[in-house]
């Protein structure tokens, strides 16, 4: 079993950037690879970007590309989302996966999610 704890999200204006967390905890959590989706209210959950559990690989979504990045410091056991040029339509609540195998894009593969962390970017 592995636990994710997602913090960092809050209210900021259009441009601003913001640093999420993803703490995991539990049964070999190093070996783990980590990812970021977002979901909208009545929108389905996407895929935003992953790391590989060797903190080796990374990948993005188009529609944050060059924007946001993955890290991950396995000394710490946490994930993080740096999100840069903050907008508007990135509101939604953000949420923390890991899995043993994939490193997306689907949601359903994810095995392990965290309770998520609310975004809001004001105009």
């Known amino acids: 079993q592995v636990q994710l704890v997602e913090s960092g999200g809050g209210l900021v204006q259009a441009g601003d950037s913001l640093r999420l967390s993803c703490v995991a905890s539990?049964?070999?959590?190093?070996?783990?690879?980590m990812a970021w989706f977002r979901q909208a209210p009545g929108e389905e959950r996407t895929f935003l970007a992953a790391?590989?559990?060797?903190?080796?690989?990374?990948y993005y979504s188009d529609s944050v590309k060059g924007r946001f990045t993955i890290s991950k410091d396995n000394a710490k056991n946490t994930a993080y989302l740096q999100m840069n040029d903050l907008m508007p339509n990135d509101t939604a609540v953000y949420y923390c996966?890991?899995?043993?195998?994939?490193?997306?894009?689907?949601?359903?593969?994810?095995?392990?999610w965290g309770q998520g962390t609310q975004v809001t970017v004001s105009s």
């Open positions: 996966a890991a899995d043993l195998y994939v490193t997306g894009p689907r949601s359903a593969d994810f095995d392990y």
């Open positions: 790391i590989k559990w060797s903190g080796t690989n990374e």
């Open positions: 539990g049964r070999n959590v190093k070996n783990y690879n």
